[in-house]
Structures are given as structure tokens and as C-alpha cells.
């Protein structure tokens, strides 16, 4: 959910000259992502539009007038070698982002006060750069999408009641499946049984390389989506297997270097059966709650078939 | 090398009342503490003691008045979780510790143009906290020295012609023999030919539990001291067969969490003939020229062998 009243960042990329947007991450818990929307929330909400965002939004134009921005490309690619998978795990990502914005906002003439509730807020949010990093992997995925012939998924997305995707070649047209219902780890009080069936954008990360796909980068993310280390090394490999090219930049350390698993092939997933695999935070069933856990899941195969079907109409077997 | 002019941290373990210290770390390269002292050493060193030190210690005072100075051990902790070592790779150490930092120097009302320069020494430092780590480690090792009958070691150290120890129930007896040459990865000019024997207090980090001891906790380190990741997690598991402890608090998400290799035993490594192996730092064996790369190195058997001997005559067999 983003509103008119919600500020955004904008994400260049500067070599095909694509543009996306993502607003301020809230946190985990009860946020309205996740579908809560109490006192609490809105008054958090509030405060992100009128201190965080002008906060930030100094600074940010401080880097823009130093340095055209921040690269936060070369974010995601150092964090992926800090333990980060950059969808779940955002710890070191977040770090990183700290690193790089605190002389923008001593620039800027921020407020000490200021300076430190937003601090604070960063510091106790290591998610707090997720929805950068989603907008990176838009702004990433965006070049590839609308290639004539192509077969590589550019959308995997979840509404919570449906999974849905894109393939490159064959335009904005949505192929869905109801969404499966992520197995997890849940906050205390809560448990499987309280999960909703898969949310959100997020998976726009697994779409460009990261993510679910290079979980073998960041072995500490299964204590908070479950599964075992082996699981998490096993999936990366496993994702090799569906995925057209093994990334140029975004490297995992423990698979010698490797590049991350990138761009689903929709023929590979045909051959294999083996389905894109990614690690999601669980919204609970009823409305209002909010995030209630976090874990993995699996996009349905009949996503993946439809998509060959209509790739084979479009383009003759 | 550490001079009556030259800033220290002061480092507490506020269980066991130990103290410890550590100077500031210059950076890598063209080093006081590798041998280098021309004058661009000396301006530096100039510049750390005039404006990096007054800085540091304007913020670090505000730490200390907030909630009694920064927690460096939980620093390390998560660090072990980010992909560092902590001897060769403080990459995330480094980060997190900037996270802390920022809002003391913010409170501190240091000058915009000191911020700037300090902030811009550490993010261009990833070594920058090697030196609070090492009195980390020094601060959490004493409270195992001088342990009558204890046969953990407590010192592992070289100085460039030899290499020593110190072991708990026996006091502060060095055991020394000739310091080993570290294999290496070389600076851009420089080869195997140029490496001095191995010298400096770092390897504390190792007699601590972490460091080259961690190794499969940091992949990305073999990049820097060379090797495989293979075998970067080999050296690990390799030093679990002479220490006496899994570390409780730090721990590597990569072997399940267990608790990194603490403690060598002398009487473990005269039972598997395994001696510890650190990375480390490589000099140049010219003095003036200074760091010239990174790499491993094994601590002689003979140490330990005497050491063995020395605690049987002092306990009987």
C-alpha cells in the first residue's frame, strides 16, 4: 500500500535509463504492509512523512549535488560478502547505507534531535533498506522486460491470494495461481496456522539475482526464515538450474565467488520442474495483526506452463 | 610500535575488572607499524593524534556518559555473523561500529569539516577497528591468565624474528622459536621474496577464540590472506581439535552456529601434532617499505613442545 501521502525514493538506473520507486520501510510487526493499521501504525506512518522523510530527503540531495546519489548497487554487492541475502537479511545493507548517508545529513544542518530519532530508527531497522533494494531490482529487471523472444521472468510477485508473473518477451500479460502459504518461523504467540498465503513485492529481489536465490551468501538468514544452512546453500544451487546467467556483479563468497543465480527461465523451470524458490516475510490471516513471521516459499509450476503455452502461441513452438 | 604521544583506547571487561589497549590504526600499506616511517607515516600519525584522537574522544565520552562506552564484544559477535573474522576482515565490524559512533560525534558538536575527515578515514579503513578488537581480545584473555594448573594459552604472538607464547598456569615464561614466514597474497609489486618473518600483536585475535580461528565465518577473507574458502573452513574445523572451548557468544552461522574454536590447550596440540594457524599481515623484510600483503601462518610444534615440558616440571606429569 502506498498513498498519495507517502514519500518514495526514487532509483535510477543510469545505464538503460530506467526509473522505480519504493517507499520508507516501517519495520516488522505490526505495519501496514502487512495489513495492520492501528493508532500505532498510523501515528509511525506519520512520523516518517513529517521528520523522517524531510530528514532524509536533505541528505539525499546532499549526495545527489556530491555524488549524483547513492550507489546502492555497490550496497547490495558488498552486503552479499557481509552475510546479507538483501530480501530477508538487510543487516549489513542497512550498515552499509548508514555508512554512506551520515555526512549527508551532518551536511544538511539536520536537527541534532532529528538526526537522532532517525538514526535510532535506521539502527533499530535492519530492514530499514529493503525498499531500497526492491526498487533496485525493479529498476534492474525493468531493462530486460519487453524483449522480443525472451524467456526470462522479469515479475514474480504475490497479492496474498494469487502468485502471479512476467515473462520478458510476452509484455505486461499476467500468468497466476493462488499463492502458497509460506512455511516459517513465527514471532512468539503465533504459529503456522495463522499464516496468510504469500504477499507483496518483495520477491522483485529474487526476480534480479538476490534474495531467496543467494541465500548461500547469508548463512545467518534460515534463524529468521527457518530451514538449515545446508537448505539455504542447497537453494542457491538449486536455482542454477532455472536461471539464465550467473550474475556479472552481485558474487557469493562461499560458492568460490560464483555469481548469484539470475534471471528465471521459464523454459529451464519446463525442463527441470524444479519453481523459482524464494524467502518472504508472513502476514497473519486476519487483518489488522500485521507481519507474524517469516519463511520460504515456492512459486507454483502452473504459472510457468501457462507461460510456455502462451509463449508458444505468441512465438510457434 | 606504540609511543608516549600516541592516543590509545582504553578497552574494559567489566566482568573480571581486566584493562587492556590498543593505538589507532593507520590503514594498511606504507604503516608505521609495519617498519614504513617517511613522512607521509609521520603526517598522518600527525593527523591522528591532532584531530582523529580529540574527535574520537569527544564522541567516545559521550558514549561512556550515555550507557558506559560501546559494547565492542557484541560488535564481534555480529560481525562473525557479517562475514569478518575480525584479524583480517573488519569490513562489518567497522560499519557497525560507525552506526555507534555517529550520533556521539553528532552529540559531541564536533565540526562539520572534523566530521568529514574522520568519518572519511574510517569508511576508508576497513582495518579501522583491528586495533579495538585486539584489545578486545587481549582484555578477554587475561581473565584466563594465570590460572594455576590451567594449560590453555594465553599469548600467541611474533615479533618478526620469533614467535611466542605465554600459557596460563605458567606465568609470563615466553616459549619462543623462529618466526614462521606467512604465505601470502602480495600488494601489486611485491612477491613471496619480499615477506619478513611474521610479526605483531594481532594473532591475540586467534588466542581469543576468532580471527584466522574463524576463518569459515568470513569467506570473503581469502580474497585478502589467500587461500580457498575450502580451506578457510578446513582451518576452522581443523582448530577444534586443540582448543578447549566452543565460544559461547561467538558464533559462525556457517557450521550451524556453533561457537568458534576458544583456548588451546598445549596438551591437545601435543596429542594431534596441530598447531595454531592465523592469518595475518605480511611486512616487507626491508625496513621503510612497510605492509606489503596478507596471508597464513602456522605457529611452530617446538613452542608447545617446550611449553609441555616446562608444565610438567612445574606440575609433574
New interface residues.
Given amino acids: 500500500i502506498v498513498s498519495a501521502n507517502m514519500p518514495v525514493y526514487i532509483i535510477e538506473d543510469k545505464k538503460f535509463g530506467m526509473r522505480a520507486f519504493g517507499n520508507y520501510n516501517e519495520g516488522i510487526g505490526k505495519v501496514l504492509r502487512y495489513g495492520a493499521y492501528d493508532k500505532e501504525v498510523l501515528s509511525r506512518l506519520k512520523w516518517m512523512r513529517d521528520e523522517l522523510y524531510p530528514t532524509m530527503k536533505a541528505a539525499l540531495d546532499e549526495a545527489r549535488k556530491d555524488k549524483g546519489g547513492i550507489n546502492f548497487k555497490a550496497i547490495i554487492q ?1 552486503a552479499l ?4 541475502e538483501c530480501h530477508n537479511r538487510y ?2 545493507a542497512t ?2 547505507f ?2 554512506e548517508i ?2 549527508y545529513l ?2 544538511a544542518d539536520v536537527s ?1 534531535d532529528a ?2 530519532r532517525v ?2 530508527f535506521m ?1 533499530n531497522n535492519n530492514f530499514f533498506t529493503l525498499n531500497i533494494g526492491m526498487a533496485s531490482a525493479k529498476a534492474m529487471t525493468l531493462a530486460a522486460h519487453n524483449i522480443k523472444y525472451s524467456t526470462i521472468v522479469t515479475v514474480l510477485t504475490r497479492n496474498g491470494t494469487d502468485a502471479g508473473i512476467w515473462v520478458s518477451g510476452l509484455g505486461n500479460r499476467w500468468f497466476t495461481a493462488p499463492s502458497p502459504v509460506p512455511k516459517g518461523v513465527f514471532f512468539p504467540g503465533f504459529t503456522q496456522d495463522d499464516a496468510n498465503p504469500d504477499l507483496g513485492d518483495s520477491s522483485i529481489t529474487e526476480t534480479a539475482g538476490f534474495g531467496g536465490f543467494a541465500m548461500a551468501a547469508a ?2 538468514v ?2 529468521w526464515v527457518g530451514g ?2 545446508e537448505f539455504a546453500v542447497e537453494n542457491t544451487k538449486n536455482m542454477y538450474n532455472i536461471t539464465y546467467a550467473k550474475h556479472k556483479y552481485f558474487t557469493i ?2 560458492l ?2 560464483q555469481g548469484t543465480p539470475t534471471g528465471v527461465d521459464i523454459r529451464l523451470v519446463l525442463k527441470t520442474g524444479i519453481t523459482p524458490t524464494i524467502n518472504t516475510g508472513i502476514a497473519h490471516k486476519k487483518a489488522g495483526v500485521g507481519q507474524v513471521g517469516a519463511g520460504i516459499v515456492k512459486f507454483p509450476f502452473e504459472l510457468f506452463k501457462d507461460a510456455f503455452k502462451a509463449y508458444v502461441e505468441t512465438y510457434g513452438a
Avoid: E, I, L, T
Fill in positions: 558488498q560478502h557481509m552475510g546479507d543487516v549489513a550498515s552499509k548508514m555508512n551520515a555526512p551532518v551536511k541534532k538526526f537522532n538514526w535510532d539502527k548463512p545467518a534460515v534463524s538449515s544452512v563468497p562461499y568460490s565467488f
